[in-house]
């Protein structure tokens, strides 16, 4: 007998790549007939998992919010800006993250684990600028997959991009990901006026619409301020 739709208790599914019902198919009898629905939590795991072949910083998955040493008031205040940033998902709306700070204040790190916790229910992909190469053909195709995860993840975007190619092909990006409300975290060592510099006043005032700045200012102590640019 084939299975009812409404016998599928599929809202508890765990592990979609190894369903043990359907193998990501949901099969619906109507009046003897076979009738097959790709499930919803399968074609998110399918989604998923390209965005993942495509990602271009490895070693991600062992930075979590968990082990985020966060030791100053400001440490904690932006780690818990980040897990808030999780839990209540804003970037369906558009909106998102800029941390910005000099080499080894956990940026990075905050970022992968963002990464983490949001890939367990949304698309997500994470990429390094400095990653994407190839033929002007291959860098648009990139540029493109790029604007359809719910969230995009930048890591480490610096001065190595410093082309009219790539700066035109990021503001479309933005700019895309701004009118389909899609939001986007990330990160660079870049101060803001370094960073206005790259990218120019457009691309900028786009950003500022979409997403929280969060300046890192580190002394030799590792104390860290951080202020809001918005």
Sequence with gaps: NLPLLTQMNCKDCRDPKNCPLHGGWIVQDENGHAKYHICEKYSFYLKQLDYEKHN????????????????TDEEKRVLY???EFVKKKPFLNGQGLALLGTYGVGKTHLSAAIYSEISKSNTVMFVSPAGIKGSFEEI???????????????????????????????????????IYKKGIVLNTNLSVDGLIALLGDRTIDRLREMVLFFIFKTTQSKRVSIQDWC
């Design 56 to 71: 271009l910083v490895k070693g991600i998955q062992n930075k979590t919010f968990a082990n985020f040493i966060a030791q």
């Design 81 to 83: 800006k980040c897990q």
């Design 140 to 178: 648009q195709e990139y540029f493109d997959l790029m604007k359809e995860p719910d969230l995009l993840i930048i890591d480490d975007l610096g001065n190595e991009v410093n082309n009219q190619f790539f700066i035109k092909e990021f503001y479309k990006l933005i700019d895309y990901r701004y």
